[in-house]
């Protein structure tokens, strides 16, 4: 019987105990002479031996999780988050309006600017992850500034209003994840939001400027997303 089956069957009790019957304990033990004790004053049950976990999110930043967040738009730069152009800016020569582009891009020359930019970075101290993403790669997924949005305590996927940019943030979470930072909201429904249209004035309040004239529904999306940005 599959275990997930058996766990919410009712019934995990006799399925564990079946399960483990023919194990050994640390010293040595049967199992089977241990069915008379009681597990309920283990730490596994929260017994005496059971630690809380009294230490808030936040205190948790930089130990359990990566450390990460940013509150302002002037404090010390420290790392950031970036994809290096490629191939995938060939899409724009035959018609760079189709992939949102002002004009034809030299993929080449993108990648040398980009290349100049992170030893820029690097060589006052920043630290610069890369984007790996899959194939095919969208000929917008150089500007990650759009993906997500930094806060205090981790980051709010972001979700491009446009069928085109569709999926890059996929491949912006899978970076993050790779860097422990947390990733406190991914929008659903159809909300959409990019990270570059919030700006934080100070530690308590940032601004949201909503693209593409968003309806009453959608500015009430906006707030329920925003709201995560209020700390302490």
């Not at 069957?9 to 050994?24: F, L």
């Not at 491009?160 to 991914?186: K, M, N, Y």
């Amino acid at each position: 019987m599959d275990i997930a089956e058996t766990l919410s069957g009712g019934y995990c009790c006799e399925a564990v105990n079946s399960m483990y019957s023919n194990c050994m304990t640390s010293n040595g033990m049967s199992s089977n002479s241990m069915k008379n004790k009681s597990t309920f004053d283990t730490a596994a049950y929260g017994g005496g031996g059971w630690q809380p976990r009294d230490s808030s999110h936040w205190d948790e930043i930089g130990d359990v999780w990566g450390d990460c967040g940013i509150d302002s738009e002037w404090r010390t730069l420290r790392s950031v988050i970036v994809h290096r152009p490629g191939r995938e800016l060939e899409a724009s020569l035959d018609n760079p309006d189709q992939v949102q582009m002002l004009e034809r891009v030299d993929w080449g020359k993108a990648a040398a600017e980009h290349d100049q930019m992170v030893e820029a970075y690097r060589n006052n101290g920043v630290e610069v992850d890369l984007v790996q993403p899959r194939e095919p790669v969208s000929p917008n997924q150089m500007f990650c500034a759009d993906l997500f949005a930094m806060t205090p305590q981790g980051a709010i996927l972001a979700r491009p209003a446009s069928v085109v940019r569709a999926g890059e943030e996929v491949q912006v979470a899978r970076c993050l994840a790779q860097r422990d930072v947390p990733i406190l909201s991914t929008l659903t429904g159809h909300a959409t939001f990019e990270g570059a249209d919030m700006i934080w004035v100070n530690r308590h309040c940032s601004l949201v400027g909503p693209a593409c004239g968003p309806t009453r529904k959608q500015r009430g999306r906006y707030h329920r997303y925003c709201t995560i940005s209020t700390w302490r």
